[in-house]
């Protein structure tokens, strides 16, 4: 299979053909520019083509970044790919840029937070990728909580801004990584399903300059219809998410409580709590990637405690340290561990750290 990859989702222009059966790179170019890639981009894929003697027709994919990064630069890569694309009659395979990074980070690295600066707003996007598979917009200072472990990764062309603004915690960094390798953006679009959908841009809006006034959260029990919102967060937030079904049959299991947090009208956060007598367990809890950081996850645990309950047990995956931080802040202690636990996308498992919190 010949597969077309192109990136100019940042300061750059750059395309790479590879051969998937000899598991070979034909060509590849990349040019430094902060304009000028719609110019650029053409040329230099028929430059490709024409060094390694592969035709047009002869691609059989298309592989892209689809953001976010510079605006003008990643609707004209995606743009061309698309047209490609069309003309040629073949899949595009499309993945944001920050996942594209992590396509070439040794799995050693963990944890790890991907980062690329917004603009000129002082917000930056992040992908942590022991936390969530969304990638989130925040401010450096709201880094803090995530970086914790002198063993943390970071990557991406946000990552000098991070290591500068937090000195005193050594992070750990190799900046041969810090944008997408288009081998492996490639290898990556060799093994996906054909779509026939071509893909979007990855827009995320940054905040307002003005700060708008933020409704109060709303906590409540979880009804049947909210089952279909609590299944995208639950999506968004691990790599097995859960179904409605799945939602639907584990509430109606005696003792299961389901509350959520609602902010402006749509479920942001919400957290499943299973109680025997004065005992009970936390199922899962999850929260949608633009409301994290809002203190749900907190209120809602808060909330289980507050059930009347002599001890409160949970289990987090070892590398997710913020949630431990933030359990730990609730009282629980660790009691234990469970060897791969958790499912990866990837086809690996990781262990879960196991907690309890026992009421004063």
């Avoid at 990728?129 to 970086?147: F, P």
Wanted: hydrophobic residues 40%.
């Amino acid at each position: 299979m010949i597969i077309l990859a192109i990136d100019t989702c940042f300061s750059r222009c750059a395309a790479c053909l590879y051969d998937s059966a000899k598991n070979q790179a034909l060509g590849i170019e990349n040019e430094a520019m902060e304009r000028g890639h719609a110019e650029f981009l053409a040329p230099m894929v028929q430059r490709i083509l024409a060094k390694a003697s592969i035709a047009a027709n002869q691609i059989d994919r298309i592989a892209v970044t689809t953001g976010p990064g510079t605006f003008t630069g990643l609707r004209i890569g995606l743009s061309f790919a698309r047209a490609f694309g069309r003309a040629l009659n073949i899949p595009v395979i499309g993945i944001d840029t920050l996942k594209a990074i992590q396509l070439a980070i040794p799995a050693e690295c963990q944890p790890l937070i991907i980062a690329h600066k917004a603009g000129q707003s002082g917000y930056y996007y992040i992908l942590q990728s022991n936390i969530s598979a969304n990638i989130e917009l925040l401010k450096l200072e709201d880094l803090s909580e995530c970086l914790e472990s002198k063993s943390q990764w970071v990557f991406g062309t946000g990552a000098p801004d991070i290591e500068s603004h937090y000195k005193h915690l050594e992070l750990r960094r190799n900046p041969q990584h810090d944008l997408p390798n288009l081998v492996q953006l490639a290898q990556f679009a060799s093994q996906q399903k054909a779509e026939t959908v071509l893909p979007d841009p990855v827009y995320i809006r940054e905040p307002d300059a003005k700060p708008q006034a933020a409704p109060n959260p709303v906590l409540r029990k979880a009804e049947f219809k909210d089952f279909e919102s609590l299944s995208k967060i639950h999506q968004a937030s691990f790599d097995h998410g859960w179904s409605p079904t799945d939602l639907s049959q584990m509430q109606s299991t005696p003792g299961t409580t389901t509350l959520l947090m609602e902010h402006a009208g749509q479920p942001a956060a919400f957290i499943i709590v299973r109680q025997m007598f004065d005992e009970a367990e936390i199922l899962t809890i999850a929260t949608l990637p633009s409301h994290r950081r809002h203190g749900h996850a907190l209120a809602l645990v808060k909330a289980a405690q507050a059930q009347n309950l002599a001890k409160l047990y949970l289990e987090v995956a070892a590398s997710n340290q913020t949630a431990q931080a933030l359990y730990h802040k609730l009282g629980f202690e660790k009691s234990g561990f469970r060897k791969a636990y958790y499912a990866k996308a990837s086809g690996t498992a990781e262990d879960a750290v196991l907690m309890v919190w026992q009421k004063k």
